[in-house]
């Protein structure tokens, strides 16, 4: 009895000296920024189990609800430089900036400010690659694979763009005066897979072939692609033999898994016993290249990293464009006043009937801007992720232009916020409005970063608006893009149409969920 009542009060003693040693370390946590304001939670931003904003409990900083929320955080908080306080792990700070004086700093000091992998192992399925690295291994693979990105292969980009548009008028819209898409990442995403997979890996794809798995394989290419990058949080949360073993669902990931393994096997396979090496400006064959032969600065690509390379070159190379030209059809869709602007100026570049060149891409001005008006609203990528390797501090202002400075540990994580930062009001007029022509004169570069900035900066940014203008000016020029007239939305007001097209989720990048448009031929 005695021994019994010792045990539970023992036991009561060590839960609160656990809980006070918590406390204690969650109140030195918020002392040491001078007790910025944000958010105070149980979890930081990085628990994945658990990505929602609940108050008290998680921010919810990776999942849509920070893309709706845009600026708002910074301005309840009152700084352009918030904070996130846990209590596990044992108080740790999370700094989130929109200030983009601050973020230049950050972006400019790689070795101050390297990047944090914790949320990039994800990426590390298929290898060690290029985005989920830091150090002198992150400096030793940019070398090897920034080469491949060249104006050469940013005209092999815009030609194959021009070449699957077409194909796609001439054997699949036809002569049809009305097509009807019921979620417009149904055409985005196999255009832009159907580049990466000719530009980025030599191998065309035809709109009416990849139906069936071909030979020997129990998906498509665009299938199993598809299924992985939008279920990439498998590999994180469930064991591998349970993906093996598990629910059809699981299993189905793990088929799609060996089958990309599989695809890329073959691409190696094909371009090591082609007989003929012509030139050739893929992605992967200059990334062959440097796996193969020695390169310029004596280094070599093992093949662990081919693949990690490979696959990250699909993923960041699809999924990020295809949700980005989404977008931009929804907003053009929502605004036909913009739409029909920039349907004027492609007229005025590309006249009636005229297959548009590489040289007319520079010319495409009003696209770009379209495009880029598009990223500032819907970032694709909308945290990046860096830490503190020293103490240090920021200085930062609020509303009415005040100064605080604050306290940056060392260990400190240290988010670049993009929607806040893209929606600061200090940088931004009407930073809620569809605008393109504001990124026609004199804009605020330093507060628009879709692609990071910096030495880390997207290597794929030219890949991505060379592919994006062409597919965008193809398909403004020829047709009309509007909403589908659904009569279950009838009494909708514009805000709460755009908020339904505009309905946004987030798997690797940010993605809109059901988005019906119809294309009306001019
Ligand atoms: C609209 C399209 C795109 C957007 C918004 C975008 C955005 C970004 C961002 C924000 C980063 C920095 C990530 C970080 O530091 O945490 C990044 C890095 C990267 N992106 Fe992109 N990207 C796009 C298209 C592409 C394409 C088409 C490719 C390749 C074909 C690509 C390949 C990469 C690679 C390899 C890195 C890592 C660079 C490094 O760490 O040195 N991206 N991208
Ligand atoms: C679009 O943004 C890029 C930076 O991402 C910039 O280099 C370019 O000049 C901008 N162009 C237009 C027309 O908006
Ligand atoms: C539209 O496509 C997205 C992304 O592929 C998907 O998650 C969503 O369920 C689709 N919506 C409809 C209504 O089919």
Redesign the pocket.
Known sequence: MLDQSRAVSLALLVAGVFVLQKVLDFRRAVASINNLPGFRTLFNERFIWFPFRVRGVSPGIQSEVNLYRKYKDFEEAGWDIMSGVSVLPSGHVTLYLADPVVIKEVIGARSRFPKSLGPYQILLTFGPNLVASEGEDWKKQRKLVAPAFSEKNNRLVWDETVHIVDQLFATVWGDKETIDVANITDLTVPITLMVISVAGFGRRISWKEDTAAPPGHKMTFKEALNIVSRNLFIELLVPKWLQRWGTPYLRSFHTAKQELEAYMQDLIDLRRSSEVKEERHDLFSSLLDAHEGLTISGERMSDDNLFGNVFIFMIAGYETSAHSLAYALILLALHPDEQEKLYEHIRSVIPDDQTPTYEDFSKL?YT??V??ETLRLFPPVITIPKESEEDTTFTTTNALGEKRTIPVPKGTFVTIHTPGLHNNPKYWDDPDAFRPAR??GPYPRDA?L??SGGPRGCIG?GFSETESIAALSLLVARYRVEVRDDPRFAGETLDERKARLCRSKLSVTLYPTCAPLVFKRR
Do not use: D, G
Request: no cysteine; hydrophobic share 65%.
């Open positions: 001005t770009m801007a495009f880029n990124f026609l628009f879709p692609f940014r």
